[in-house]
């Protein structure tokens, strides 16, 4: 009997339990340009492929979240651009019951990681419907762009403090 007492006084209320949900995942932007077609499908030198990630979030109501993952891939033969797309992958999520400190580390690495197979699903399909071979987009550590992040902000922080004089008393 007094087990079960102690596995109930252990049990927070259903209504209290920590919840992070997916409410709805999609496109919010989607851009591809060939400015250089039909003459960049001429040549057959590889271009040189470059990524940009970027994501945001923001309140959208009472416990709910959207989240954005833009993946921007660049392909360049010189100084030619050969195409150009960025997707701008988006959930809405609900998160509840947890910890205001933990809120951001969920919406700067939890939720880019379940959107980043649907933005990277997106690229390649389009780039491979203006013409193109496909990119497959290897995987991200969210968690380690979060801490390098928060490590620059620190070093700003610092950076900051010690550029500000000390005020002195007369």
Do not use: H, W
Request: proline share 7%.
């Amino acid at each position: 009997m007094e087990q079960n007492e102690q596995q109930a006084a252990n049990q927070q209320p259903a209504n209290q339990q920590p919840v992070f949900g997916i409410e709805k995942l999609y496109v919010k932007d989607l851009s591809v340009e060939v400015p250089n077609a039909p003459e960049i499908f001429l040549e057959r030198e590889a271009p040189q492929v470059e990524i940009q990630l970027n994501t945001g979030g923001r309140a959208v109501g009472e416990n709910v979240y959207e989240v954005v993952l833009t993946v921007t891939v660049t392909a360049k033969l010189g100084e030619k651009t050969v195409f150009l797309v960025e997707v701008g992958q988006g959930g809405v999520f609900r998160i509840q019951n947890v910890a205001q400190e933990q809120i951001e580390p969920l919406i700067a690495v939890a939720c880019p990681n379940i959107l980043f197979p649907y933005a990277r699903e997106v690229i390649s399909d389009t780039i491979g419907r203006a013409g193109f071979q496909p990119i497959v987009l290897q995987p991200v550590n969210f968690e380690a762009m979060y801490m390098q992040r928060l490590q620059e902000l620190a070093q700003q922080q610092q950076g900051n403090q010690a550029a500000t004089p000390a005020p002195t008393v007369q």
